[in-house]
């Protein structure tokens, strides 16, 4: 299956299922390089994007089942799916219906107001699902910022990490170095296996870890691309579903920058990311 080709072929309006961002979330923003808005997606649209999630990884159990045999198959499940040529990324290039999720004008318009920018591109989406703890599945994800992983020269970019579940503190969400988006581009330490702690203890001192608070289905965190976090593994027996997006200000101009969303599709460096994968959704 191939995503459209124009946004508009097969636009389907969902703004009555998703929320606003106002004056306040945009100050929070700035300051802290961070913002949770709840009930930013209605559980039904939270419920629609797992089922999508669960076809296209092949995932057949939205929680972890009882079952040593149905266990077995849900962990070889999981280990296919991250297997896939694009492992857990870019969806979208083959669910439609992923496709006009993600390219909502909502959550493009959301994402203008956030960066303080006129227009707004899709860039990338990613299944954050943490499996249970019981598993053996569940990994941490290091400190890190996700600019120095995004192939564009500048970081007006934002994640739209959406909470597809309630999360629990111990289902391992997200804490933010608070108003960490100002310090410098630390490079791609996650993928490197590299110690940010260690590398750049003065950011430590600097900026204080976000508390962890419980986030309902529907909860959206954003964060700016150089804004430093992590999380932790999930402790529970449920499975934590999860998914972000990034939305760019469409004067990012491509850089050839290795990744999934943007591999393979001939982008050419220093130019802007002209190509039907990455409308412009806002205005
Ligand atoms: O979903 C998570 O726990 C972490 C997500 C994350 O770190 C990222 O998207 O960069």
Known sequence: MNAPAKLDDAYEDLSPLIGDVTDDHVEAFWRDGVVHIPGFVKPELCEEVIKHFMAWSGMRWKEWPSDPAEQKAFVAAVEGAFNKPKRTFGIRQEDPWMFNY??????????????KVPSVKILSETLHVKQPASSGLSKPLVWHQDFPSLPIDRAEAVQFWCALVDVTPDMGPMTHLKGSHRSMPGGMVAELGEDARELYPELFKEYKPTKIVPLSQGTA???????????????TDRVRWAMSSYRISTRCRYTGQANYNTDGLGLTPREFLDHPNFPTVYP
Do not use: D
Request: aromatic letters at 10%; charged letters at 15%.
């Open 102 to 115: 993600v390219a909502q004008r909502k959550f493009g318009e959301a994402a203008a107001r956030l960066l």
């Open 221 to 235: 965190v954003f964060h700016h691309g150089l804004t430093w976090h992590c999380s932790g593994i999930n402790k």
